[in-house]
């Protein structure tokens, strides 16, 4: 292995969003980024080169035990905990060659740690596990056998009930990989690091650990991952972020392989269509434990780099870019496969749309997806546009369940929410939050069908009548309702509460938009063609649907699906209706 061949392994940190990974880089960087957050939580994605010369410092463990350290340092990632750090993805699995996996030793297993394990292992990522925060353990003795003794001392001299606690803690947590189908121990009990997954207790508090860590991730890059450490001539790289600064677009991206020059010309892939072909304006390198670029002709991997290409083309997050030879058309390909391939594997013919603020994180994204049996029909980059709410529309007259958007960091464009009307969108931050929002409303929305397909299309609703929103007596009467319960849809007969038939609603408007339905507790206008209101709603307050015995029957006979507000709009339909007939619906 010659030196000047080996780039830097790219090390990305995850886990749960307060289990200290930015802590955890701190140490390994000695700066203090985690103050700087707002709430304490990681805002973007950061990277930090870490050279050799550096880590010898932070680790006399390396000089001490002889080892001769080749590959040339570190390029250490810091993801956001609410993001699926999976937005860092290249050709053939993930950008990261080796993940640091924070667990606070005194919680185990959160969702977003589960999250991250899962797509871990979906793509192949070789890991090991911090076990930090162990000063938190009740009882524990900082360097328990002194500041020159290692880590595995300092646990074995731990009073008796600290070491209880630690061990019980540690095979919870043996016990919680296991469920994963992953064997693991710590790191000083393991002889093979390719069958079992090591836990390095930490302390980002105490610094407790931080050698073995880097000592660990040393040995592990240098022993396996010598191949995957080659540089190639050509130079490879995938987008992060496009960052806006004084009105110039800057991307950050991470060049994983070969060299770049200022005088190339680069590709980037696009989601759809041909690939963006630009010089390089500006390029500039991180620098060495510090968030600064600086301006550069030429640039090695794996690195940090921002650059200003000539191009103004939109760059997406997420994306691969490399070096332009005229070689278009085999670009046009290999893009095709790296990008449309990832995405189409995992479409179906019929289900929900989905969108994502990057690549990596539609790919995770439709991953989890997948993994809890939603189907996707259509996925993209970027806000939920029009486009996107008239697929989800198209679905309505195929499958209802189906007619619903999910988006994961993004939002929604102005034009989009004119027209949405009855289509739901469920987006959020967490992507767990997202999964779990989904398979709610999609158990919901299963319930409401089965609930349709049972009842026909009566519907049960109670409303009153806001009599200071009358905005036309009649032809046809419009005024403003308050929906008491159950829920209002376009189309249905209504009564008033002595039994007197009233009409069809027509027409159905929210904040001066037309919609097909009306939840419980909404206040909304109706129009009702046939009334006049002053001579027949006047001194009426509340109106309900009007729904014949049959479907009397059919509701009590499935009450089991109905709310308990529902329920009791039922029974006062049957009130009003027997006043006239004793008998009804018996």
Known sequence: MENRKIRQPIVTVCGHVDHGKTSI???????CIQETEAGGITQKISFTLYPIEQLKKACPLIEKSGIRLEIPGFLLIDTPGHAAFTNLRKRGGSLADLAVLVIDINEGIKPQTAEVIQILKHNKTPFLIALNKIDNISGW??????????????????????RQIFDERYMTLIGSLN???????????????????ALV???????????????????????????RLKLSEEAKGVVLEVKKERSINYIEAILYDGMLFKSDEIAVASFEGEPIISKIRILEEIEPLCSRFKSKEIVKASTGIRMQIVEKAEVLPGMPFLVYKGNLEEIKEMFKKEISGSVSSMLKKQGIIAKAESLGSLEALLTLLNQNNIPVMKAGIGNINKSDIISAKANLKINELDALIVGFNVSVDEDAREIQENIPILTDEVIYKLIENTLEFRAEKRREIEKKRLMGMATLC????LHEYVFRNTKPAIFGVRIDGGKLISGISLMDENGEKIGKIKNIQSENRSVQEAAEKMEVAVS???VNFERQLKNVKNLYSDISESQFRNFRKNKDLLSASEMKILQEIAEIKRKENADWGM
């Not at 003795?141 to 600290?162: C, H």
């Not at 207790?201 to 010598?226: D, F, V």
């Open 141 to 162: 003795r900082s360097y328990a056998a002194g500041k020159d003794a290692g880590l595995k001392e300092s646990i074995e001299s731990q009073p008796q009930n600290v």
């Open 528 to 530: 009702v063609p046939g």
């Open 179 to 197: 469920s994963y189908r992953f064997d693991s121990d710590l790191f000083y009990k393991i002889d093979d690091f390719t069958k079992k997954i």
């Open 201 to 227: 207790p930490t302390s980002a508090a105490t610094k407790e650990g931080i050698p073995e860590l880097i000592m660990m991730l040393c040995g592990l890059s240098q022993k396996y991952l010598a191949d």
């Open 462 to 465: 109670k409303l009153e009548i």
């Open 25 to 31: 880089l701190d140490c390994l960087r000695q700066s």
